[in-house]
């Protein structure tokens, strides 16, 4: 079997701007395309922001998204209030238009404790880490909505070099097996650092690991920002009426490098991404069938580009004026209550800090 | 008036059952998962009987898969559940690692307890009963470095439940060792009503006035005997200390033991190097140095992998190793 043939991609917007199923466009209304152009405009100011204060120095090593606004946008939008979401560390698009707030996500590139934690009311796990291990913590997330009887569901992120992970195949596994509400939301950017896909695994898509687990898997193209709102809130919604797990591969590319310590010239041709912008860039997309269909802006933009701008220098500013790290929130949240040895060595701190050991 | 307390003899392993049974019934947000735990009762049953009476919605047969067990039970538990997941074997544990280190036991911190994980990871540990290899690891100080993450190892019926249920009961992370060579070796009175056996607190085995025996798990009753076979022939006493939580450790009475007796054996069947010996030989020196009058000895297993079964009586602790041991200290 061809499994390019059998998960073909799904597109409902053409790179031109071209709806591809104008049934199934005619769908969004003007305000939803316009509130996608918003989000993910927002989405690549604050990357771009966060990647020049990497360069001043204002901020530690940062993880880009560029390129990938429309894959975390569209599929942040297919979950509400009270469904839970679990990024990595490249995944602050989704988390920002989920509900965090951007002075914590500052917080986090200034290595604080403050930027894993979401606002009150959202359910955001702090960024994995470790590569694929959240699929576990939604499927578990997910699995306790459904003992409580709510319709409320898990979407998880996760990147193409994780489906080599052995806990990817548990979390799919667990999810099946249980019939959990989860959302499996791959983001291919076709390189895991420095590795392409096709050297991180023989097989021709992602989706096709879902076959392995009788888990309903689709292929899309993860710059269309259409295809990845639609395609993931049918999914949300089979979740929500109790029909259990769905796998989405969102077909994407990262414009920048790894992390802010990352050389990508090194294992790619750097062209591509001139090309990239060109051709298959998820805002001028949507920019373009906007145009197509009358429904472009130049006035709401201006407003909407100065409305985030002033948004993003009040999260810095709130970033910079927060108060001082603090060792104390260390000792304090290993366990509810400190053990004695974390006593005895937060003392010892104090002391020496002070000035006071003898 | 006073209410006649019911008690029964239970081995280890009942006593075990009998707590989560406990906790099943007093709390709806309890749930038992692991491999075989369901209708099989656990290959050691441990969980006998609590699927028929709980059903599958609250003891859970899961896949074959220990980071799986863990990694949802971590969701589990921050989205209202305690999930008090056996792994088969410690032995077996190794693939959950990343789950415990990186997350199971960092949530806390990492969200400044916005979320929490309140769970139990139950486990049949050591050598001694002539299982496969790998069945017979005794790796606590694997776990005992951990930060977030509470260790604690029951000798006996009546501290199996009275801990398994302050375990449960605890907001954080518990690994509960259970040591298989004691699960059935014996019977003690264990109540059967609810009670709890506070975390973090050793118990006196013995009272004893020239040396200390530090210990826990299936070391307990080992070195009791030895105990008794050396006061039988020595004009000496000794003090036995079941530790029953390994991290925090019980920094109090090993102090107060100490101070009494001046000299201090450890007998645990871990590994030497790295092993839990090496966290109560710096308790002693942080807290009661001036007070030793010989150098502190330990009785451990060997830096090898636990051997197959032909060779682990060489590998445990025996009562000569540790009735030497104990002539060293008293004899320095």
């Known amino acids: 079997m061809n499994m390019l043939e059998k998960f073909p991609i799904m597109q409902y917007i053409s790179e031109e701007g071209e709806a591809v199923n104008s049934e199934i466009t005619d769908m969004l209304t003007a305000d939803l395309l316009k509130l996608f152009y918003e989000k993910m405009l927002r989405a690549r100011m604050m990357d771009k922001k966060c990647v020049n204060l990497q360069r001043q120095g204002r901020i530690g090593t940062y993880v880009p998204y560029e390129g990938q606004e429309a894959a975390q946008v569209g599929s942040a939008l297919a979950v509400e209030e009270g469904d839970w979401m679990f990024p990595t560390y490249r995944d602050h698009a989704a988390t920002m238009t989920f509900g965090h707030s951007l002075r914590n996500l500052l917080l986090y590139w200034v290595g604080r404790i403050e930027g894993g934690i979401p606002p009150e009311g959202k359910n955001i796990f702090p960024p994995a880490v470790p590569i694929a291990s959240q699929l576990l913590h939604a499927t578990g997330v997910a699995w306790a909505e459904k003992k409580k009887n709510t319709d409320r569901v898990s979407l998880v992120y996760f990147g193409d070099g994780a489906t080599s992970e052995g806990d990817f195949h548990e979390g799919l596994n667990f999810a099946s097996v249980f019939k959990v509400p989860v959302v499996f939301f791959n983001q291919n950017n076709g390189y895991a650092i420095s590795v392409p896909m096709e050297k991180q695994m023989n097989s021709k898509t992602i989706a096709q690991k879902g076959l392995g687990y009788e888990i309903p898997s689709i292929r899309i193209d993860g710059n269309d920002i259409a295809a990845v709102y639609l395609e993931t809130k049918k999914a949300v919604e089979r979740a929500r009426n109790g029909e259990g797990p769905t796998l989405i591969e969102a077909v994407t590319w990262r414009y920048g490098a790894h992390t802010t310590a990352d050389d990508p010239s090194k294992y790619r041709d750097q062209a591509e991404i001139d090309n990239r912008r060109k051709t298959t860039d998820p805002l001028s997309r949507l920019e373009k069938y906007m145009k197509n269909e009358g429904i472009w802006d130049e006035e709401w933009l201006t407003n909407t580009e100065n409305k985030i701008t002033n948004e993003i220098n009040t999260a810095l500013d709130e970033m910079q004026k927060y108060p001082e790290a603090n060792i104390d929130d260390v000792f304090e949240n290993v366990f509810e209550k400190l053990t004695w040895t974390l006593e005895e060595q937060r003392e010892q701190h104090r002391k020496i800090k002070r000035g006071q050991m003898s | ?332």
């Open chain 2, 1 to 332: 008036m006073t209410t006649a307390i019911q008690v029964k003899k239970l081995t280890m392993v009942q006593a075990v059952t009998d707590a989560l049974r406990t906790m099943l019934e007093e709390d709806e947000s309890v749930i038992v998962l692991g491999q075989d735990v369901g209708k099989n009762g656990g290959v050691f049953r441990a969980t006998e009987g609590l699927f028929a009476q709980f059903g599958e919605e609250r003891v859970i047969d899961t896949p074959l898969a220990e980071s799986g067990i863990i990694g949802t039970s971590i969701g589990l538990s921050i989205n209202g559940f305690r999930p008090i997941a056996e792994m088969q074997f410690l032995g077996f544990i190794y693939p959950a690692f990343n789950q415990l280190m990186t997350h199971a036991t960092r949530m806390r911190q990492r969200t400044m307890g916005r979320y929490t994980v309140p769970m139990v990871i139950r486990a049949p540990y050591g050598a001694g009963v002539k299982a496969p290899e790998i069945h017979s690891d005794s790796v606590e100080a694997l776990f005992t470095q951990i930060p977030g993450l509470k260790v604690v190892i029951p000798s006996n019926a009546y501290d199996a439940k009275g801990l398994l249920i302050a375990s449960i009961e605890d907001p954080d992370p518990v690994l509960f060792l259970e040591p298989m060579r004691s699960y059935r070796s014996l019977r003690t009175e264990v109540p059967e009503e609810k009670y709890t056996v506070e975390l973090g607190k050793a118990s006196y085995q013995k009272k004893g006035n020239d040396v200390t025996l530090l210990t826990w798990g299936a070391m307990v009753p080992d070195t009791m005997k030895a105990v008794e076979h050396f006061e039988k022939q020595q004009n000496a006493t000794c003090e036995v200390i079941d530790l029953r939580t390994l991290y925090p450790l019980d920094k109090e009475t090993i102090q107060e033991s100490v101070e009494k007796t001046g000299r201090a054996v450890i007998v645990h069947e871990a590994p030497a190097t790295g092993g839990v010996n090496g966290e109560i030989i710096s308790v002693i020196n942080d807290s009661a140095f001036f007070y030793l009058k010989a150098p502190i000895q330990k009785v451990t297993g060997f830096d090898t992998p636990v051997p197959v079964y032909s060779l682990e009586k060489e590998y445990l602790p025996s009562s000569e190793k540790i009735i030497h041991a104990i002539n060293k200290a008293l004899s320095y």
